[in-house]
């Protein structure tokens, strides 16, 4: 895939519809959602950022997303919960490697909307949109262990465990052993 496609597609970033969800561009005025899942402490131990310390971070958080995408080069969408109207996460790809076609997806969801199958079925989505819209070969998914919930999103989206480093990112302090999943888009459209 040519850089320029990727930097095209993202610079107006396509909704995506599933049955119980609406994935779209962030907006600043999803600051007060936001900010309701990622002040929490324990939302964030699995993940490279930490928790957001006030809604103004949000804010201006999202104000930095915006300038991202209309450049090009962010590939994370709101999660809006068709029901209620609320954003309750977000899913998209972390990084995206044009040489290679390889893309990594990532996830966050509020806690309030765990246990319900809400991310596998946005990582699905999104899983889908590289595939075919992107025309990626792989998508991988990585977790910090003891991250068990998104281990087992990854293995309910068909993904293949193929190991671990040990303490191989430093995170918050601490040396993280990491695990990946991977799935190709062969094997996906299965």
Known sequence: ??????????????????ERLTLRAMRR????????????????????????????????????????????DFYDWALICNQSGKMIGTCGFASIDTVNNVGEIGYVLNPAYHGRGIAAEAAKEVMRFGFETLELHRIEARFMEGNDASRRVME???????????????????????GKYAILAKDFSK
Do not use: C, N
């Not at 320029?4 to 995506?16: A, G, N, Q, Y």
């Not at 999803?30 to 006030?54: I, N, R």
């Not at 068909?158 to 990491?178: P, Q």
């Open 156 to 178: 309910k989206l068909g993904m293949s465990f193929e190991g671990t480093a040990r303490e191989a990112m430093l995170v918050k302090g601490a040396y993280r052993t990491i």
């Open 29 to 72: 005025d999803d600051a007060t959602d936001m900010f309701e899942y990622a002040s929490q402490d324990g939302v964030t131990e699995f993940l490279l950022w930490s928790s957001h310390k006030s809604r103004a971070y949000t804010e201006e958080y999202l104000k930095y997303v915006e300038s991202r995408y209309a450049v090009g």
């Open 1 to 18: 895939m040519k850089r320029e496609k990727l930097i095209k597609v993202f610079s107006d970033i396509p909704t995506l519809k599933t």
